[in-house]
């Protein structure tokens, strides 16, 4: 069981306790919610607590923290309320302690999994500042100094708020351009009042070179039995259409969203924005959930690449390969040699080159994904004086990038459940964002 006072409590919190789900009905749907999202999360996985034992731990937590002063809850758990949360296991007896419910799913895994179910259902309620605090208290408890938390990536990360936005037509005209984006309207139109899809939902084998020609991607000769899912570009681009609710797909029938409604108006550039977060995290969640122990390390690098893309005073004149070099010194570095392991004095030799190779494929698949997105006309490419090339993001469009960005890498989500824009939000956007 965890003990609170491994955690910086010295550090004011940005978080404040609010009443957000605490009804005993909107706690039992998290509870469902939670379990279900668990058990596929964790599906083949040996080293996570079992779902029966997460959701179990999950419960006890849920029942300590509604009890806590303050209507808190774990449907909002800001940083004071895992603070809260965790003082409260501080000063607990034992009994409490050894209760032989944390054997299966200790706090801290169930802290850990719950932020990352919230992120990835979009059920967040805070802000980015309380979500990167609690996820840093989370990964203080694990001993986790690296990765996300570590200094390189939260200033990377930081820089996007300093980009400045261009004149709102400037931004669209040149977001307009770019062909995922471009390709919408006549693909709407293709649309006209419906399209028949295959039965797993997706283009008809006819129909993928011609909207594969409208994103201006290769033709490529149809594969028997092969589908529009082998299209990686083809793919992130239907995810993107699908999350901001550009499109709808009802079983075998594909028709124009309820969102594009916002296409033209003062709330457009909202929602290019939300296409342009789901294309990114597309891209972002592929790495994460590839078949290795590195998707989060490629993840971690694309975004910081990225980052550097949209900030050309950041890092001036560093090139891909040298910020891939910042990453590799970043990671954890190879077994202290003076503990001896199954390999004695080989030990120290195998991790360095155990730390070598998985840098060479974190570096290699960051490459790879950047190169997508290059070919997506999202980023251009130009030389570097040192030697190499450095990625840039157009700058009347950096904006609308940056603000996606923050939004795929902090799980933001706005008082609207979903991306549509609201007259409301379009309205404050327009004046305070942009």
């Known amino acids: 069981m965890p003990r609170s006072k491994k955690r910086s409590s010295a550090k004011k919190r940005t978080g404040v306790s609010r009443s957000v789900g605490t009804s005993p009905t909107a706690i039992s749907a998290l509870t469902l919610a939670f379990g279900a999202w668990y058990k596929t999360h964790a599906e083949g996985l040996d080293d996570h607590p079992t779902p029966e034992a997460m959701l179990a731990s999950f419960s006890r937590a849920a029942s300590v923290t509604a009890a806590l002063p303050g209507k808190r809850t774990l449907a909002h758990p800001v940083p004071d309320t895992l603070d809260a949360l965790l003082d409260h296991f501080d000063e607990a007896d034992d009994t409490e302690l ?10 801290v895994d169930v802290l850990d999994h719950l932020l990352d179910f919230l992120i990835e259902t979009e059920r967040w309620k805070g802000t980015t500042a309380e979500l990167e605090e609690s996820s840093e208290i989370v990964h203080e408890l694990m001993g986790d100094e690296g990765g996300a938390a570590s200094g390189f990536f939260a200033l990377l990360v930081e820089s996007l708020e300093t980009i400045e936005a261009a004149p709102i037509d400037a931004q669209l005209e040149s977001l307009d351009r770019w062909a995922p984006i471009a ?3 006549a693909f709407l139109e293709w649309i006209g009042e419906k399209k028949t899809l295959t039965a797993t939902g997706a283009l008809r084998t006819a129909d993928i070179p011609i909207v594969a020609a409208m994103l201006g991607l290769p033709e490529q000769r149809p594969v028997p039995g092969g589908s529009m899912w082998d299209s990686r570009p083809l793919s992130a681009w239907w995810y993107a259409l699908t999350e901001a609710h550009i499109i709808t797909v009802d079983a075998t029938t ?8 916002y296409w033209g108006s003062d709330a457009g550039l909202d929602l290019r924005v939300a296409f342009i977060r789901h294309y990114i995290t597309w891209w972002l969640t592929k790495e994460l959930d590839a078949d290795t122990e590195l998707g989060s390390e490629v993840t971690i690098r694309v975004i910081g690449q990225l980052c550097v893309a949209l900030s050309p005073d950041l890092l001036p004149g560093a090139s891909v390969d040298a910020l891939n070099l910042v990453f590799d010194d970043a990671r954890p570095d190879h077994d202290d040699p003076d503990d001896e392991g199954l390999f ?9 080159e155990v730390h070598r190779l998985s840098n060479e494929y974190a570096s290699e698949r960051t490459l790879a994904v950047l190169g997508e997105l290059a070919a997506s006309g999202a980023l251009t490419e130009s030389p570097v004086p040192a030697g190499g090339i450095r990625y840039a993001v157009e700058p009347d469009r950096a904006h609308a990038f940056s ?3 923050q939004l795929a890498v902090g799980g933001f989500v706005d008082d609207e459940p979903n991306d549509e824009p609201s007259d409301e939000s379009g309205e404050a956007d327009t004046a305070e964002n942009r």
């Open 254 to 261: 594909l028709r124009a969203g309820k969102g594009f409604a």
């Open 344 to 352: 004695g004095d080989d030990d120290e030799e195998l991790s360095a």
């Open 183 to 185: 390709a919408i309207p």
């Open 98 to 107: 050894d209760d032989p419910i944390w054997e299966g799913a200790s706090v």
């Open 403 to 405: 603000r996606a960005l």
